[in-house]
């Protein structure tokens, strides 16, 4: 089945950029997404990016896949203390309504 | 309507209780789904309804068991549950269908501790 690898914990400044990396197993994954999670919420969807793209932006959000090393990556730019969640890569276990298969999380610290 | 609800946000049950979770969405999803997320760990999935048919069953003990009455609704029937069970449970909805955005829409989740 998929695998799917993050950091656990990334700490940066105020108003820096931060890039949260994430490693999945399965080539055939069509949609790739991330989700944030606040303390004691839900999962909510941030953004998504479809397998034949390299890149997407979304405001202050930018994607970046590599297809042939298996490699997402989340860069949040100008990060606020908002920020401060959870952040989950997820791919789907396999085609059509599988479910997803989340990595461990990454733990986003902002200090001020 | 881009939400998914969910009822009660929290429940506290004893190991003889029979409790159920229940769960809504009316975006027109066909796929429904019910994850178990444990403190400090990534949601896991336990059950799969697409087209109110059960299409995945997880090795789930069969103290979890699943309902969908309609395509807009699920439930989580509980019976016998063990403290090990206390955990955030969390909906979600998508479309499917091969080769489309399956993205899922989540829930806020029912806080469950089983004393």
């Known amino acids: 089945g998929e695998d799917v690898e993050q950091s656990l914990f990334l700490s940066v400044r105020e108003g820096d950029s931060s890039v949260i990396n994430c490693t999945y197993t399965?080539?055939?994954?069509?949609?790739l997404y991330w989700y944030k999670q606040e303390p004691g919420a839900g999962l909510q969807l941030l953004t998504y990016?479809?397998?034949?793209?390299d890149m997407k932006q979304d405001q202050r959000l930018t994607v970046l896949l590599n297809k042939k090393d298996k490699h997402l990556s989340l860069r949040i730019a100008d990060t606020q203390t908002g920020d401060s969640a959870i952040y989950f890569c997820?791919?789907?276990?396999?085609?059509?309504?599988?479910?997803?298969?989340f990595g461990k999380g990454t733990h986003l610290i902002i200090q001020p | 309507d881009t939400e998914v609800t969910q009822t009660p946000k929290h429940l506290v049950m004893g190991m003889t209780n029979k409790k159920s979770l229940k769960c809504e969405q009316h975006?027109?999803?066909?796929?429904m789904y019910w994850y178990k997320q444990k403190a400090k760990k990534p949601p896991e999935l336990m059950f799969v309804?697409?087209?109110?048919?059960?299409?995945i069953n997880e090795s789930v003990p069969s103290r979890f068991s699943p309902e969908c009455p309609n395509s807009s609704l699920l439930n989580l029937h509980l019976h016998a549950l063990q403290p090990e069970d206390s955990a955030l449970y969390l909906c979600?909805?998508?479309?499917?269908?091969?080769?489309?955005?399956?993205?899922?829409?989540f829930g806020p989740g029912t806080r469950l501790t089983v004393l």
């Open positions: 979600a909805s998508s479309h499917t269908g091969t080769g489309i955005n399956n993205e899922q829409f």
């Open positions: 399965d080539s055939s994954s069509t949609y």
């Open positions: 990016i479809f397998s034949n793209m």
């Open positions: 997820a791919s789907p276990s396999g085609g059509g309504a599988d479910g997803l298969t």
């Open positions: 975006m027109g999803h066909r796929a």
């Open positions: 309804y697409s087209y109110e048919k059960l299409s």
